[in-house]
């Protein structure tokens, strides 16, 4: 089963002062505590894959000391970046970062399509979309957001299409 979830959070902050939170390995790392220990083994390739240099390029990251390869395979900075992993947990992970300016705040969301490995797929689903809920939320402690607009969620689950092998939402 696939899953598509959208988070987003609505800040009160400049673009450039939400991507730097962003894209920062430590704030990120951050981000994920204390359900998730996250690192970044390579912090450099990670900066200049961001800068939209030598891509796609593969970063070495873990997960509970685990490898969780990343490979950025897009980036516009200051706008989006893309990055997609195969790894122990997930047959498929794709997320896109997306960043837009409004005429007051900037907007944030985390677009992610993933296949869960392992577990019941709508428990791994749930799982996914708190701890992503819960990223947002921490987020929002680093940068003020519209508290109406912070962590907004939608989780679905992804359908084949047979007739054209597009895929639809269930």
């Not at 430590?26 to 990670?46: G, I």
Request: aromatic share 10%; proline share 7%.
């Amino acid at each position: 089963m696939r899953f598509h979830l959208r988070v987003s959070t609505r800040f009160k902050a400049p673009l450039e002062e939400v991507w730097a939170l962003k894209t920062d390995p430590e704030k990120l790392r951050q981000e994920f505590q204390p359900w998730l220990h996250l690192s970044v083994a390579d912090a450099p390739a990670l900066a200049q894959a961001l800068q939209g240099k030598g891509l796609p390029r593969t970063i070495d990251c873990r997960i509970w000391g685990l490898p969780w390869p990343i490979e950025v395979t897009e980036c516009s900075p200051g706008a989006r970046f893309c990055d997609r992993s195969e790894n122990a947990l997930f047959d498929l992970w794709e997320h896109e970062h997306r960043f837009e300016q409004a005429s007051d705040a900037a907007f944030y969301l985390d677009a992610v399509t993933f296949t869960p490995r392992w577990g019941p797929p709508h428990l791994v689903a749930r799982a996914v979309e708190a701890l992503f809920v819960h990223r947002h939320r921490k987020a929002a402690q680093q940068l003020p957001t519209d508290q109406k607009a912070t962590a907004v969620s939608m989780l679905r689950e992804l359908i084949e299409v047979e007739e054209d092998g597009t895929e639809g939402f269930m």
